[in-house]
């Protein structure tokens, strides 16, 4: 992965607060964003890119249209996790990737 640009963090800091998360949560899922600069959109779209391919696709992603998906594997395929969060976000699944950053990469902060 190329070393992100200053696009990815104002994408980050330009970010909407999802409400779908838990108010203790958002701060630190915030900060656990910032700090891993992008793994954790690549990693998260590794998971649900090999979870869809076992049959078994995560709720957000299964229900993405055609074209969202393109984009987000398109994305992935360049390692641009700026791109990954726009699509997330417009698609209305920032809270998504929040949970995912406490979840999976909160003990390794």
Known sequence: MQPL???YYNVLEGLDK???VPTDRLQEGYDILYRHGGRIEID???KAKDSDAQGRP???YEA???EQRA???KALDEDDPA???KVIQRNGYAGVL???AWEHFREAS
């Open 58 to 60: 995560y709720r957000w």
């Open 83 to 85: 791109k990954i969060l």
């Open 64 to 66: 993405l249209d055609e």
């Open 44 to 46: 998260l779209m590794h």
């Open 18 to 20: 999802p409400c779908d």
């Open 5 to 7: 640009s200053y696009y």
């Open 71 to 73: 984009k987000l594997h």
């Open 98 to 100: 929040y949970q995912h």
